[in-house]
């Protein structure tokens, strides 16, 4: 044994610290501080659960689990726990389409309607009259799968849109479970952005176009290709010990846990939404992105060129990601980025310049509903995944968390 003085022994204590930080650095890291940061974030803000994994583009580079999959059991999660994603499925969706572009059977700037009719006459409503009638107009713009993609289509979720949930209050608003609902457009197509059901209908383009259920799309030619066997549409029975349970902020600020039961198989798989995951899979199409197009195995699901497209803003001056709620149980109002204008491309919101203390100019990020979130930094050749499971979307405790994880991921 080597005889080391006290002072020698901190000097070398320093210098192993001061590599390993340079080490977790070049991979955008502050590893020695995730757990902390995660666990003490989600117990300072009282939130049941969460999973985060971060990664460079062949490698994990953390994975963290804290909390219980139910109050009930008491069981913990894991980083291999499931979770309805929900608009995290958007992403993939728009793949999904990407791949029919690349293989000529969709052009992007050719009207949607050549595949589904139904959006062949499409009315813009202006406005309400005085007994509360929607005043409509007939669209002068076909919408495209370019503005599918963007959300600039003029279709509307009422949870953000004012005149949309007038209109399906009116109307009685579409059956629970509808895919795609045929609603009047907010706006003329390409003149704004708003968030919406442009991914529903992006969903059934892929379906029209393939022959193919999107369930079926997907695992033939996304998931199952990407090594992604947690993640579908279709729940199985086998897994329903690695479901975490949902909650619900209440009028007093507590948060009341929904019973944790069998999800019953949709009758129609919807683009925009329904898939079931974990953070473990959802790293893995993020790689792909990462990799232009490349995921495990080598396996080529999108071209490079087309990964350009999707990582590329798509909307000019147009600004995204920024909606005001009208159903606070659903959803807060939601603002990524205060105070800067952000894009959009081909799937993803874009941040044209970066967060302070976190993401880099150009990350791709978007989000679900139950306060899942993600973000793809290629600057860095980084991406990070949160999972939680509670309702409204962007509550201010799930915010404060993600950019608690966010500035220990960038700390280093």
Not at 14 to 26: E, T
Request: net charge positive.
């Amino acid at each position: 044994m080597i005889a080391i003085d006290r002072r020698q022994f901190n000097s070398l204590a320093l210098l192993l610290a001061a590599q390993g930080k340079r080490v977790f650095a070049a991979a955008g890291l502050a590893a020695p501080n995730l757990d902390a940061t995660l666990r003490g974030s989600m117990t300072r803000r009282k939130i049941p659960c969460v999973v985060a994994m971060v990664a460079a583009p062949d490698k994990i580079t953390y994975t963290g689990a804290f909390g219980k999959r139910d109050s009930a059991s008491g069981v913990d999660v894991k980083p291999d726990s499931i979770f309805a994603i929900a608009s995290m499925t958007k992403a993939i969706t728009s793949a999904a389409a990407m791949q029919l572009v690349e293989q000529g059977k969709v052009n992007l700037h050719e009207p949607v309607s050549k595949f589904l009719p139904e959006l062949g006459k499409l009315d813009v409503m202006t406005g309400f009259d005085a007994a509360g009638k929607p005043i409509l107009r007939s669209a002068t713009k076909p919408v495209t799968l370019h503005h599918l993609l963007t959300h600039t289509s003029g279709f509307a979720y009422d949870t953000w849109d004012e005149s949309m949930l007038k209109y399906n209050m009116r109307h009685g608003g579409p059956a629970a479970g509808t895919v795609a609902p045929l609603t009047p457009l907010i706006f003329e197509p390409g003149t704004r952005w708003q968030y919406g059901t442009s991914a529903d209908w992006t969903g059934r383009l892929v379906e029209a176009v393939s022959g193919l259920t999107l369930e079926q799309y997907f695992q033939r030619n996304i998931l199952q290709p990407l090594g992604m066997k947690d993640t579908t549409f279709i729940f199985p029975a086998e897994k329903f010990d690695r479901l975490v349970s949902s909650s619900r902020r209440q009028p007093d600020g507590s948060l009341k846990e929904d019973s944790r039961t069998m999800p019953v198989p949709p009758k129609a798989f919807n683009g925009g939404g329904g898939l079931f995951s974990t953070a473990p899979d959802y790293v893995l199409f993020m790689q792909m992105i990462l990799k232009h197009g490349r995921g495990a195995n080598n396996a080529q699901i999108l071209q490079p060129k087309t990964v350009a497209m999707m990582t590329t803003n798509q909307i000019g001056e147009v600004s995204a990601g920024k909606l005001k709620t009208f159903r606070p149980t659903i959803s807060s109002d939601v603002d990524f980025h205060p105070g800067v204008t952000d894009g959009f491309t081909y799937g993803f919101l874009i941040n044209k310049t970066a967060y302070q203390g976190g993401r880099s100019a150009g990350s791709l990020a978007w989000a679900g509903v139950e306060n899942t979130f993600y973000w793809i930094d290629p600057k860095r050749s980084l991406c990070a995944v949160v999972m939680m499971q509670f309702f409204p979307f962007v509550d201010t405790q799930a915010v404060g968390l993600l950019g608690d994880f966010e500035k220990a991921v960038y700390a280093g």
